[in-house]
């Protein structure tokens, strides 16, 4: 008995230092699960499912994140069509825009706002730069796919973005902050709750908690070119992932969206003919409201030989704010 009492708190005294050393592993595990050592993005899911997934992997967008397949390369003679995104150009223009200006992104305001890139606009006096901003979302699980220009019969056109629960082609155009080129890697959707990534937001981690870690490959645009297809613009045609989303149910801008655009187009500072490419606000950090009862519908898919492109700088009347009674339009 008394070697018994001599010698077993020895295997005890073991048995907890690995119970101790078996809980320190487990939580430095859980530790590193919510920071970086994800096996996959879950942002991952903003890209639709696809059953074609058969796309050559050549010509991929730089900083583009891993995704179900790969880019495939458009030929040189390839034009951007309606029937590539489910919209149709809102703008068009006799020579490509300038390349993306560098800007910081504002602090995201709270719980269920989507970062919404800035991007080139034009109309008859030149391009001019509509800024990046923080938009409410319309609806749960909202996505927000870009605009971008891309080329059709000789001029470029511009594909103003729309609302949906996928994201859809937007040229692949890197425009940082989550928007690779394919898909959005800024976030997501879990149930009601939008999740932030904070390796490409800017997130106040006091104000707002669903956030994660998650890095992306290069997570900037490094060519900063702004427009698809043509000489010198990117090389990439739609995605099975990107295809099936023209069928998806959608919502088109917001009535907010396109006052912000108004906005930035009184501003004589935002056009490059005044800034030379580097506009005076980049960014606005007062966000967007989201309209009310905005839900979205299945939309015809319009057809590229039925809408030819705009003239250069028009811009449909449709869905523009009303004016004002003391308000002339233009």
């Known amino acids: 008995m008394k070697s018994?009492?001599?010698?077993?708190?020895?295997?005890?005294?073991?048995?907890?230092?690995?119970l101790v050393a078996a809980g320190c592993h487990g939580n430095h595990q859980n530790a590193s699960?919510?920071?970086?050592?994800m096996s996959q993005d879950p942002a991952d899911a903003n890209l639709a499912p696809a059953s074609d997934t058969s796309a050559s992997a050549t010509g991929a967008p730089v900083g583009a994140a891993p995704a179900t397949s790969t880019a495939q390369t458009a030929p040189a003679s390839y034009e951007s069509t309606p029937e590539d995104t489910g919209e149709q150009p809102v703008a068009s223009a006799p020579q490509p825009p300038p390349e993306l200006p560098e800007y910081s992104q504002p602090p995201c305001p709270g719980d269920g706002y989507i970062?919404?890139?800035g991007y080139w606009n034009y109309e008859a006096t030149g391009y001019f730069w509509v800024p990046g901003v923080w938009t409410r979302a319309p609806f749960v699980g909202a996505l927000w796919t870009p605009p971008y220009w891309g080329i059709n019969r000789g001029v470029y056109v511009l594909f103003p973005g729309h609302w949906g629960t996928h994201i859809g082609f937007y040229g692949g155009i890197n425009y940082g902050f989550g928007y690779t080129g394919l898909g959005y890697h800024g976030g997501y959707w879990n149930t009601d709750h939008f999740y932030y990534n904070r390796t490409v937001n800017n997130i106040n981690t006091t104000v707002?908690?669903?956030?994660?870690?998650y890095r992306i490959v290069n997570t900037t645009n490094i060519t900063r070119v702004s427009y698809n297809g043509g000489a010198g613009g990117i090389a990439v045609r739609p995605r099975p992932e990107e295809i099936v989303t023209v069928r998806e149910p959608r919502?088109?801008?917001?009535?907010?969206?396109?006052?912000h655009v108004e906005m930035a187009r009184t501003d004589h500072n935002q056009f490059v003919a005044v800034n030379h490419g580097r506009p005076a606000t980049p960014v606005v950090e007062r966000p967007l409201e989201a309209d009310r009862d905005v839900r979205p519908e299945v939309r015809p898919v319009p057809h590229a030989e039925e809408h030819p492109p705009a003239a250069h700088g028009a811009r449909p009347e449709e869905r523009r704010p009303p004016a004002r009674p003391d308000e002339k339009r233009k």
């Open 115 to 117: 970062w919404t890139p």
């Open 208 to 213: 707002i908690h669903n956030v994660y870690n």
């Open 4 to 18: 018994l009492a001599r010698f077993s708190p020895l295997p005890i005294l073991a048995l907890a230092v690995a």
């Open 251 to 259: 919502a088109p801008r917001m009535n907010t969206q396109i006052q």
């Open 33 to 37: 699960a919510d920071t970086q050592n």
